[in-house]
């Protein structure tokens, strides 16, 4: 069975995305069918266009962010079933290897295994899809252990945005950091993971959450899923640092850097308090840029962590984040600034590289 479907792509660095007509075959064993209700944009699927990333595979199939329906499914296939709504996960859960088994990493050993597979294809030639996904297409094909089911009864264009902007923030602060009831939390950058990572110390009953972005529009969105105090560090007089100590009374319990800057890194380490200081490290630093630390920084007994998914396992515990968005206590909506069709979809990255939109989500 192969099928004609429209994706958005890259074809090589400093260019625009594009969209276009591609094949698609259907699932072999152990396969899945999916037709994507919904896809958000990630600063990660513009970084195979921008300039910012290292890749020579082109042309490829971007998105990783996305919730469907599961049309088909190929031989052997157990855990979800035609008519089912999922969620396609980036990091497989295959369920036996070592990190799986245990409760200390989601970073199953298969998604570092390269795949040869290629389901779509454009003028008889395999095309790559980014995370074997491609949910910037309105249908995909992926191994079962990449697929998530949840309930049938909570919006596919809402809870999209779980599959890595929710899961790698509310995982950093619920499954990495474990923060704690009461304690204060600092985060810098408030995109969509940081808003995230805002909306996990807000579940987990942080006392103080201070949102630190230098885009003065994004306050109110802030303040609304759980900041306390908002600083924009262009018009702060004084040291950044400085002032978080003082708001926190000595130092932060906790701090998340989202954007992935080596100052900000710095800055992250710095605030947080002397003795127990928990660090997590989301964004990715472009290039060779490295990080920069004062020797005793983490020796004055500062934790420093880096989180990927905010270590949620992907078919088993993804689940319980969308319970907590049926349950009201996520406000995933909020995250949501504009939605699109899948051919406008340069435009929705252009409002995500200036800062206007929080997160975009491509309507099918």
């Known amino acids: 069975m192969g099928l004609k479907v429209r994706a958005g792509f890259a074809h090589g660095q400093n260019t625009q995305i594009e969209v276009d007509d591609f094949d698609l075959e259907g699932p072999r064993e152990g396969e899945v069918l999916i037709e994507l209700k919904a896809a958000g944009l990630c600063h990660t699927d513009m970084s195979f266009f921008d ?3 290292d890749w020579s595979d082109y042309p490829i199939i971007l ?4 919730a469907g329906i599961v049309r088909d499914v190929g031989r052997g ?3 979800v079933r035609p008519g089912d709504h999922v969620i396609p996960v980036a990091i497989p859960e295959c369920g036996e290897c070592r990190p799986c088994r245990s409760s200390k990493s989601n970073l199953c050993d298969q998604y570092f295994i390269p795949t040869p597979r290629r389901p779509f294809s454009r003028a008889g030639r395999p095309v790559r899809a980014f995370c074997e996904l491609g949910t910037f297409s309105n ?10 089911k949840i309930r049938n009864d909570v919006p596919l264009d809402v809870i999209c945005c779980i599959g890595c902007a929710g899961a790698t923030g ?10 704690e009831a009461g304690s204060s939390v600092v985060v810098f950058g408030l995109g969509g993971i940081g808003l995230n990572v805002v909306e996990g110390a807000r579940i987990a009953g942080a006392s103080t959450i201070i949102g630190i972005d230098t885009n003065p529009g994004k306050e109110a969105a802030a303040r609304a899923v759980g900041v306390t105090h908002f600083i924009n560090p262009v018009t702060l007089k004084g040291d950044i640092v400085g002032h978080i100590r003082e708001l926190t009374d000595g130092g932060a319990d906790y701090s998340f850097e989202c954007v992935g800057h080596r100052d900000l890194v710095r800055q992250a380490v710095e605030c947080t308090r002397i003795g127990w200081g928990t660090i997590v490290s989301i964004g990715i630093l472009p290039g060779s840029q490295e990080m920069v630390l004062r020797p005793r920084s983490l020796q004055e007994g500062r ?4 989180s990927y998914l905010g270590n949620v396992k992907t078919r088993t515990q993804l689940p319980e984040l969308v319970e907590l968005y049926a349950d009201g206590k ?4 909020d995250l949501i600034s504009h939605r699109i069709g899948l051919e406008d979809i340069a435009k929705g990255f252009s409002m995500l590289h200036d800062g206007v939109a929080r997160r975009v989500v491509i309507e099918f």
Request: glycine residues 14%; charged residues 15%; neutral net charge.
């Open 170 to 179: 509310v995982g950093s602060a619920l499954y990495t950091a474990k923060v």
């Open 303 to 306: 934790h420093l962590t880096g």
């Open 139 to 148: 249908m995909i094909v992926v191994r079962e252990m990449q697929v998530t």
């Open 51 to 53: 300039g910012s990333r």
């Open 63 to 66: 998105g990783h962010e996305g």
């Open 77 to 79: 296939v157990s855990s």
């Open 330 to 333: 996520l406000a995933l909506d």
